[in-house]
Structures are given as structure tokens and as C-alpha cells.
């Protein structure tokens, strides 16, 4: 694959472009002088690093065009502007070797004099703020889910009652408190068959590893499983389940991490008397506080932020780690997210925490099914919205119809559906590098009415804490590749609003008619293909090329 690239820079290097500028030249398209290397994509465990950055008719995978636009037309240009992302998220690794340069700083607060310098409410938030932190530098690391916290509060008061008593109000609530029961026993059974399920995938695994080594004398590739010609039961269920367990990455180490998260939901998520908010130290109850937390941005995990920031920002020029895709940036993290799920009140004040300290846009890569305050949430969104701060939100890892099963936050005010639209708002699901019917996340949640289009969010090579970097996958992966767009027509078209950006990423997409993809779906159900165009909004994929041609354009009319 790198031979590939290098060919490609070398023509590149060589063609003569006409690209745009602020008078009445255009952004022109190069085309490639000839079809793009043969890519067997159904032998390929992992795609290139930076596939999500690469342009398909050069190199056949899906990408967003980054680095073509950085090579032939950002190259000669100056950015304009330098914008703020706020990544409310677990934390972020604020010293991460990648980062680091890109990192928000207030320059209006004295870091460690103990005093709130600029007046903002928040004392030494000098790289940002967490909402779910104590004033004595402790910090919340794992929570329950909402479905949790919702059972807990209602099943005291509803699990023996009498009902031929209840009004017609009370008998309304109690009908919602059974609903939650129900969910909730769900969930509790889902988990122990997650447990049963992955028991038995170790145990075949194992069964099959020992199987191959004595049929290929110690070690095998993927390749040599797949010509194996099974002349036995035995060898067939082998050659089956490794064929499953190579294709998906799966090995002893996802295995335990896979125990481990179920033992912690058990534990913590699902868990109605566990609570860790004595740590934050709020009055919980008063949802219009907002002045709590500490300026630890970081966490105990910064795991799941540290990779979404750099998605988005991370340094381009320092020949280290990754390219992000914005060039002018400054990450503000904000902490608001636990393991479990996100409160309303502290998505609420993590949102106007962005607004009011110069974010332009803020990226939102957590999600949940269930939002008992959601009021305290739309003012905040609304609050942004008023600022235009252009809001870019994952859709959810559900593989869910978002137009039937809401992720919460949503773009929708008010309690029922059908309310006011958020305009400043972008939901964004996940494709894949895989250009078949795979070429939706198959985790990923879609909607042809309410998730506005797709983005890459399968195998992203991103930072991770203590200056590492790795694979992760999910919506929260397909988010900050459309935040960092949006930061990128920023940096070179200033004159545009967020609105003016939104719409320029939503008309730009890259479309594919003919293109047929497995619905993402449960286990449980049927699988069955549609066509790409109707599982969102726009039916294509976020591009930077595309969004800079048509930025271009506007700026000279």
C-alpha cells in the first residue's frame, strides 16, 4: 500500500493544477491517469492507517479526501482562522506527544494560583473543565447507565403498589415505571447471555487454535486457514471459527477486555445502588447549577477523548503519529462523560462551559437512550445554537432505525416528537473502508430522517493516552471526522457561519446510488441490504475535497 501512495504523490507532483483563490479561479479535481492499484478487499484484515483520509479514485478506499485536498490546494494556502473544538467526551491526554501543540489554554486564567482569574465560574481552567470531578481532585470513573438510575428511583415506589388506588396521572407513571422494569430485566438478561456467548466463543477459539497448530505443525496465517480444504468435521469447525476470529481482531486480550466490561456493568451500570455522585459534590437535585467540578480534563481514562481529539486535531506537521484533518486548531476538552452513562445536567453545563468560552464548534461522540431532564439539555443546545456554535453529534452504536429508537441528545426540543429543530446540528453515522455491503458499520445507527449522513468510523488509527496510538470504531470515531471538516472550512473560508458550513458539508457528500448495504442489525434479527441513500439525510459521505470546492465557490459569488 505505501508503493501505491508514493506513485500517487509522484503524480501529483507532477500534474499542473489550477486551483482556487480568492478571485475567480476554481478548485479543480485532479484525475488519476489511470485506474486506482487492484485493493482485494475480502482478503484484507486492516486497512492503511490513514484510510479514512485517502481519496477512493486514486486508492479505492472510501475516505474523506483530506490529504488530496492538503496536497493540491491547502498546500498554497494560508489558514485564516484558528478554531476552537470542544470535545465533551471521558477526558483527553492533554500531554499526548500529538496533541499537545493543539491543546486549548485560556490565556485569560493564572494555572495553579487557586483563584478563577477570568470570572468564568470555574477556578484554574486553564485547558478546560470537568463536570464530573470533585472540588478535592477526585474524579468519577465508572456510573450507571440512565435506564439504571431511573429503575432505581421509581421501583421503591411502584414495585408493590396498589393500583385499583392510583389516579389516572399516577396509574400514567406507573405504566412508564413498568416499561422501565421491563427494559431494564432485559438488559440484565442480555448481559448474562453476553457472558454466556463470549464463554463459549473462548472456548472454541482455544479448541481451534489447537486444532490448526497440530494440522499445520505450529503456527498459520489467515491465509493458510482460508485454503485450508477441511477433509474432516474437526478441521471444518477449526477453519470456521479462526476464519471468525482473524477477520475480527479477536484474541485473548479482547476476550478479557470483553469479561471485564461485562463484570463492570454488572457492577457499576446496571447496578441501582451503586452512586458515585457524593464525589462531584453537587446539590444532583438542583439541575441550574452549574459551577462545580475541577480542571482535571484528563480523567482517570482519557482513553475514548484522547482518540476523537485526534481525529480532529491532531499536530500535521511534527512527522510524528497521525495527521488530523483540521490544520488550525485548539482542542478544549470538556469531561462530562463517565464509564456509563452522561447525566443531562452535566451535558447541559458542558455545552454552555464550550459556548461561553469561544468553541466553534463541539463535538459530541457519547450518547444515551434515555434523557429524564432533557429540558436542562435543549436550553443548553438552544443556548448554542443562539452563539452559532455548530454542534456535531454520533448517532449511536445500537445498530438501531434512529428515526424509530432516539439517541439522546437530539437535535429536537421538547419532550414529544415533531418539536423545533435545532439548526445548528449534525448527526453522524458510521461507513466502513470495506466498499460491499459491509460498507456500514454494522454497529453503527442510521435514519433516514434524522441521521444527517455518514462518515468513516470503522479501524480509524487514532492517539490514545501516554503517547500511543491505535484502532477504535464506532460513531465516536465517525463524529469528529465531520467536526474536523467543519473546523477545516473554517480555517480557510472565515466568512462562513455555521450554518453556511453545515450546509456545504451536507450538499457536498459523496453520494452512491447503486450502492446496496447490509442494515445494521441485532444479532437476533434478519439481516437484510437497502440501498445506501436510505439510511440518512444527505445518502453520502462527508468529503473535504468536495466541501472545499463548493466553499470556494460561495466565496465568489
Known sequence: MTSMKSRILLFFSAILLTYGCSTTQKIVRPTPPQPADSVDFS??????????????????????????????????????????????????????????????????????????????????????????????????????FELTRIYAKLHPEYSDVDTTVLNSQELKKYRYYQDILSAYRYEIEKLLRQYSNIQSLEQNMQRADRILKQYFEGDYTYEEVQNLQPQDQQTYFAQNVMSYVMENDIDSTLIADQKEQIYNFAKYGYNPDFSPRDIVGDNYEDKTERFYGNNDVAGPDPTHGTHVAGIIGAVRENSIGIKGIASSVRIMPVRAVPDGDERDKDVANAIRYAVDNGADIINMSFGKSYSPHKPIVDDAVRHAQENGVLMVHAAGNSSENSDEDTSYPTDTLGPEEGGPSIELWLTVGASSWKPGNEFVGGFSNYGDQTVDLFAPGVDIYSTMPDNEYERQQGTSMAAPVVSGTAALLMNYYPELTAAGVREIIMQSVVTYP????????????????????????????VNVFRALQAADARSQQ
Open 43 to 144: 482478503s484484507m484484515l486492516e486497512p492503511p492507517e490513514d484510510w479514512h483520509l485517502l481519496d477512493e479514485e486514486f486508492t479505492q478506499f472510501r475516505g474523506i479526501s483530506s490529504e488530496l485536498a492538503y496536497e493540491y490546494v491547502l498546500s498554497k494556502r494560508s489558514a485564516q482562522k484558528e478554531v476552537v473544538v470542544a470535545v465533551i467526551d471521558g477526558g483527553v491526554d492533554i500531554n499526548h506527544e500529538d496533541l499537545q501543540s493543539n491543546i486549548w489554554t485560556n490565556d485569560d486564567e493564572i494555572a495553579g494560583n487557586g483563584k478563577d482569574d477570568d470570572g468564568n465560574g470555574y477556578v484554574d481552567d486553564v485547558n478546560g473543565w470537568n463536570f464530573i470531578g470533585g472540588p478535592d481532585g477526585k474524579n468519577v470513573n465508572h456510573d450507571t
Open 514 to 541: 447503486e450502492q446496496t448495504v447490509t442494515i445494521p442489525h441485532k444479532p437476533t434479527q434478519e439481516a437484510r441490504t437497502v440501498p445506501f441513500s436510505e439510511l440518512s439525510v444527505s445518502d453520502g459521505v
